[in-house]
């Protein structure tokens, strides 16, 4: 059974610095490209970044461009959200999940990991 | 950027009901446009792909059509268990933008 196991969320304080994880099991993590998606409060789903499989490509929002930063370890079967200079704006839940090719482009979100919540506020 | 425009944002319907939520694409995208469902407080999961493949496990009350600009998700009879956001993608490049999502409730 394909499993994503998100955790690293937290209360943290405006301009500080978080690192997410999300742990991959059930399939070959390494053919497969990733993404992380956050859901503000009652908002919609905003997809964030996203990184080849093989790890040396990698996509971002706008809105985060700059402050966040994408990577895996694909010896742990590991996803990473290092996010830096956080703002009260990046308060959500955020999901990794799967995509269904190795490259995040023309491949879907196919399996979608439980979610971490992040909450910035002083 | 292609921005992708959902439609209604929200429907009440009784069940038995045929339901329809439409996207739209802001630039063509071929076929590359997939729906999420997310129950109230749950995980999304992918419901279609490829404008129009059912995901394995998903009802064949779900159907999905269109390409290019313009995506159809129908409910063909509204059942309790499918009151939910519905959510459209598109995969084609990044950003790989959702819409703004359909909650659909029962009426």
């Known amino acids: 059974e394909v499993r994503l196991l998100g955790s690293g969320g937290g209360l943290v304080q405006p301009g500080e610095s978080l690192r997410l994880s999300c742990a991959a099991s059930g399939f070959t993590f390494n053919n497969y490209a990733m993404s992380w998606v956050r859901q503000a409060p009652g908002k919609g789903l905003e997809w964030v970044s996203a990184?080849?499989?093989?790890?040396?490509?990698?996509n971002y929002a706008d809105s985060v461009k700059g402050r966040f930063t994408i990577s895996r370890d694909n010896s742990k079967g590991t996803l990473y959200l290092q996010i830096n200079s956080l703002r009260a704006e990046d308060t959500a839940v955020y999901y990794c999940a799967k995509h269904s090719g190795t490259y995040y482009m023309y491949s879907v979100l196919d399996v979608w990991g439980q979610g971490t919540t992040v909450t910035v506020s002083s | 950027d292609i921005q992708m425009t959902q439609s209604p944002s929200s429907l009440s319907a009784s069940v038995g009901d045929r339901v329809t939520i439409t996207c739209r694409a802001s630039q063509g995208i071929g076929n590359y446009l997939a729906w999420h469902q997310q129950k109230p407080g749950k995980v999304p999961k992918l419901l279609i792909y490829?404008?129009?493949t059912l995901q394995s496990g998903v009802p064949s009350r779900f159907s999905g059509s269109g390409s290019g600009t313009d995506f159809i998700l129908t409910i063909s009879s509204l059942q309790p268990e499918d009151v939910a956001t519905y959510y459209c993608q598109k995969y084609n490049s990044a950003p790989l933008a959702f819409g703004g999502g359909t909650k659909v409730e029962i009426k």
């Open positions: 990184i080849i499989g093989g790890g040396g490509n990698t």
């Open positions: 490829a404008a129009s």
